[in-house]
């Protein structure tokens, strides 16, 4: 991966953060840009790290989250193509708030924290932008908290399988494992509850993934309007 700054202005527009900036602009983040390859499970940062710069994936899938003291594990979000992390402790210059570690192999863009601040000081269009992103991260949180108060745990496992679904089809690629963790239920749950859909018809099970038969039926799984936000 050794793109040049045309080339990497013209990735950077595919993704929906950067895709409403002008051409000028988009060079300018092009070329402070710099592209990072990530493998599987390793570790990208974890909480309290000091905050570096900014990450955009190009492609792959990146997991937030935490870890207690005991080794428990809480899934925040699951990251694909064209999303964007690491905004809140690039902002205000404090330590990370959340691990950040690789699902499988995964492929960034990194902006270095001093030229992207210099960046947002003299582009308010990007600075709008982030602003959109910390209110779109702040109502995802507020989601989750009603979620985990008023759902019971199949809704909130199969939003979390639509909002996969949502960067990639009708086949989610993730673990039973993974999906517990993101869902915040035990993998056990997961399986009796895979497994009740796939007596239905609603999907079908293979190893590390499940194919959605009709995403338009399983999104009434998840009490959601057909036509809803999507889900993050």
Known sequence: MNDGPRRIA?????????????????DRIAAICRQQHLAARAVLFLKGDPSDGLYAIRRG???IGTTDDLGQQMTMNLLGGGDIFGEISVLDGRFRTADAVAI???????????DFLQLLANEPAIALQVIELLCNR????????EESAFLPAET??????LMLADDYGSVVHASQEQLALLAGVTRETV???????????ILA????????HDIDDFRRLTRLPAFGARLR
């Open 138 to 145: 702040l109502r995802d949180v507020i989601e989750r908290m």
């Open 156 to 161: 909130r496992l199969a939003r979390r399988i």
């Open 61 to 63: 899938l990146i997991r």
């Open 205 to 212: 099970l293979g190893r590390g993934h499940l194919v959605i």
């Open 104 to 114: 499988e192999d995964t492929d960034m863009f990194f902006l270095p924290r001093r």
């Open 191 to 201: 399986n009796r509850q895979l497994q009740r859909w796939k007596r239905t018809g």
């Open 10 to 26: 013209s990735l950077l527009s595919a993704s929906p953060f950067f895709a409403g900036f002008a051409p000028g602009t988009l």
